[in-house]
């Protein structure tokens, strides 16, 4: 029962991710630094199956183990530069978290809110924390065990913290009454765009630096526009449907 160690390996995604956001930028850099983000796992082909999830409710938090669709294509270097360093050290892929890996596999820990039988007998996954592009293709799930998973004592050279420190956002008259229109269809959303907005989506070289650069970004179907207001401060000033 010889295996070539060499042989390509083929899985097929169990499940897609529904996710707010709708592009890479302004995504969290991992897992539960935006927890109000709420989103759902489909499943699909054989696993949409409600056996496969008999049980999983007992759990908390669930590792969603999925492949960066979104990076794929463009391959992967030994070495990278994870942006909390500025950009300008390079690192072994493998010490990092970065996308761009031989294999483009991530895995998250997520909230599970709750599991939802639908009325044709397919399940879907109510989730929230997700650091996840919208569609990401799912090639496993298993329950997060803390007396097993959580190391609090263990060492993470330069990912120890949490890169910065949050920023305070802020709205403008014209963002207020936008948020105020759309609060049914949102209900969620001042939090969304806070918490997201509060990590500082820039490029870390400009993390601490002030600039006048007006950016967007994109939440379910909406252009949310804002600026730097101070060293620590975001405005956001515009709110618009795609
Ligand atoms: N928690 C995961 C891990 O450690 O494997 C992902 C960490 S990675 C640094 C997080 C970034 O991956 C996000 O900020 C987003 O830009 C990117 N991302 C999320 N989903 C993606 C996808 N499906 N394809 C490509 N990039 C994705």
Redesign the pocket.
Known sequence: NVIDPLAAITLTPIAT?F?P?KE????????NLVNCAQGKVVFIGTANNEELLRGIEQFSHLWLI???????AQGWKPLVRP?RLGGNKKLGVLA????FRPN??????VKLERVIQLSDGNVELHISGL???D???IIDIKPYIPYSDALTDAEAGFAQHQPIAPLTVTFNAQAKKTLAEISVQYPQLTLLIEQVLAQDPRPAYKRNKLDDKCYGMTLYDLDIQWQMSSLQAIEVIAILKK
């Not at 890479?24 to 897992?31: D, E, L």
């Not at 483009?104 to 820990?109: N, R």
């Open positions: 991710v996710s956001y890479k930028f302004a995504i969290p850099r991992q897992p999925f492949i960066f669709h979104g990076t794929q942006p990092t978290r970065s996308t483009p596999i991530g895995m998250s820990v650091d996840l592009l569609g990401t293709p």
